[in-house]
Structures are given as structure tokens and as C-alpha cells.
């Protein structure tokens, strides 16, 4: 069995920042690829940025240059850093990870219950 739990969401003021971390527990042998998606509401769940096990990156275009992904392999989690928010970004944020749990196994998604981000003044 394998858990995501995130963290740090909350309301935060236009131009604000919050950090969202996401540590994998359970039984877990490999972590591929981490990341964080989104889904606002009537809209479709989309993609806010991965990082895969060699740190390599993909970030969204709507979020560029305002949120920065990053990881910590010796703690399973993978965090998001969001500056400079708009209300635009108001959304439940979900936790991605691609995991295998045993030698031979296949790589599998694996996903949190999701944590409220709400940019309001």
C-alpha cells in the first residue's frame, strides 16, 4: 500500500505564496516521476509541473516563472513552491507519483486526496 499526503494549501491574498509538500509512504521500492496537478472547479484536471527521478522538469505554461518544483529522493516527497498567486491558481492541488513497489513490478500512479488552494482577497 502506498499514501500521498498533501500539505500547505490554504487562502492566501493575489501576490502571496504557499508551499505544498507531498511525501510518498507505504511500500515503495522505486520512485519515478513526482508532481503536482490541479482542478478548478467545472474545469478538467490538468498539469501544474513534474520532475522525474534525474530532476529533470516540466512546468505548465500558466505557471512558469511562479511556481518551482523540486524534490527530496532520501525523504519520497515532492514539493511546490507557488509565488507571486493569482486567483486564477484557486484549485484543489493533487500529488502524482509514479512508483513501482517491488523488483519486477510495474510502474504505477499513485495519487492524494488533494489539498484546497484558494487565492482571494
Known amino acids: 500500500q502506498v499514501q500521498l499526503v498533501e500539505s500547505g494549501g490554504g487562502l492566501v491574498q493575489p501576490g502571496g505564496s504557499l508551499r505544498l509538500s507531498c511525501p510518498a509512504s507505504g511500500s515503495i521500492f522505486s520512485i519515478h516521476a513526482m508532481g503536482w496537478y490541479r482542478q478548478a472547479p467545472g474545469k478538467q484536471r490538468e498539469l501544474v509541473a513534474t520532475?522525474?527521478?534525474?530532476?529533470?522538469?516540466n512546468i505548465a505554461d500558466s505557471v512558469k516563472g511562479r511556481f518551482t518544483i523540486s524534490r527530496d529522493n532520501a525523504k519520497n516527497t515532492v514539493y511546490l513552491q507557488m509565488n507571486s498567486l493569482k486567483p486564477e491558481d484557486t484549485a484543489v492541488y493533487y500529488c502524482?507519483?509514479?512508483?513501482?513497489?517491488?523488483?519486477?513490478?510495474?510502474?504505477?500512479?499513485?495519487w492524494g486526496q488533494g489539498t484546497q488552494v484558494t487565492v482571494s482577497s
Open positions: 502524482n507519483a509514479v512508483i513501482r513497489t517491488g523488483w519486477g513490478r510495474t510502474w504505477d500512479d499513485y
Open positions: 520532475i522525474d527521478i534525474g530532476n529533470r522538469t
